[in-house]
T-cell receptor
Framework: NAGVTQNPRHLVRRRGQEARLRCSPM?????VYWYRQLPEEGLKFMVY????????ESGMPKERFSAEFPKEGPSILRIQQVVRGDSAAYFC???????????FGDGTRLSIL | GQNIDQPTEMTATEGAIVQINCTYQ??????LFWYQQHAGEAPTFLSY??LDGLEEKGRFSSFLSRSKGYSYLLLKELQMKDSASYLC??????????WGAGTKLIIKP
């Protein structure tokens, strides 16, 4: 299956810990997007990356959140010092170019105790 | 606030037809997407419209009117497996997707 792969599917953290969410895009896709979704709500854009570059991080909180997409390896969304309000589903999508259809991974469900 | 709107929830009967509407306001537009999302799963791509008119794909069709800022997704011959949320999103001038909150479609036997 050459689809978008996210891991872990479920992640539980205590307040103050760090959460690392990983996303491997579809083969041939160099554009990665991260979204956050709360229950019964739509997707909220967080950040858009290409290999080694953050293109648009306008949807990402300035503090505690960071993202990267290194030359080798998956894209990482990192949340430091997690709080209860960070509990959500985090989806990654990828596309071959910015104009083309985004394909989504199965998401990581983050729960903060 | 968001400038894209779709109904929160709709109910339809198995075998029937349902139309899910989406309205939006934007100065820059690069197309309108519909995705299906089953509970706890990833959104999956259904359709893309950038020109006015109707695009048909099997039991699903999508319509766009750019002048009216309006799209709809039409589902025919409804099946129980069509119970899901349907997400409307437009692509703005920066090629960023702006998402509606989704329409939860409930199919009854």
């Amino acid at each position: 299956n050459a689809g978008v792969t996210q891991n872990p599917r479920h992640l539980v953290r205590r307040r103050g810990q760090e959460a690392r969410l990983r996303c491997s895009p579809m083969k041939g896709h160099s554009h990665v997007y991260w979204y956050r979704q709360l229950p019964e709500e739509g997707l909220k854009f967080m950040v858009y990356l290409q290999k080694e570059n953050i293109i648009d991080e306008s949807g990402m909180p300035k503090e505690r959140f960071s993202a990267e997409f290194p030359k080798e390896g998956p894209s990482i969304l990192r949340i430091q010092q997690v709080v209860r309000g960070d509990s959500a589903a985090y989806f990654c999508a990828s596309s071959p170019s910015i104009e083309e259809t985004q394909h989504f991974g199965d998401g990581t469900r983050l729960s903060i105790l | 606030g968001q400038n894209i709107d779709q109904p929160t929830e709709m109910t339809a009967t198995e075998g029937a037809i349902v139309q899910i509407n989406c309205t939006y306001q934007t100065s820059g537009f690069n197309g309108l997407f519909w995705y299906q999302q089953h509970a706890g799963e990833a959104p999956t791509f259904l359709s893309y419209n950038v020109l006015d008119g109707l695009e048909e794909k099997g039991r699903f069709s999508s319509f766009l009117s750019r002048s009216k800022g309006y799209s709809y997704l039409l589902l025919k011959e409804l099946q129980m497996k069509d119970s899901a949320s349907y997400l409307c999103a437009y692509m703005d001038s920066n090629y960023q997707l702006i998402w509606g909150a989704g329409t939860k479609l409930i199919i009854k036997p």
